[in-house]
């Protein structure tokens, strides 16, 4: 049987990360936006930019 994966709400998954970390990682000035080509996850990405770039894509869908 497989065990049921709790899901976090995003305010809680955001006090968890830092502030400009998908920025410093991609090498885009903080200033800037990151344009939605380079959201999309590639093969020789690291994990944890891989994961930075899939909250990106999370935030994107809820905001206004």
């Known amino acids: 049987m497989r065990s049921k994966i709790k899901k976090r709400p ?9 502030k400009g970390g998908l ?3 991609l090498g885009i ?3 800037h936006k990151i ?3 380079d959201l999309s996850p590639s093969p020789n990405d690291s994990t944890k930019i891989k ?4 909250l990106a894509r999370t ?3 809820h905001r206004p």
């Open 35 to 37: 344009p939605a080509s």
């Open 23 to 25: 920025h410093r990682s």
């Open 51 to 54: 994961r930075q770039k899939a």
């Open 10 to 18: 995003l305010t809680e998954v955001s006090e968890h990360t830092e």
């Open 59 to 61: 935030y994107a869908k």
């Open 29 to 31: 000035p903080e200033g």
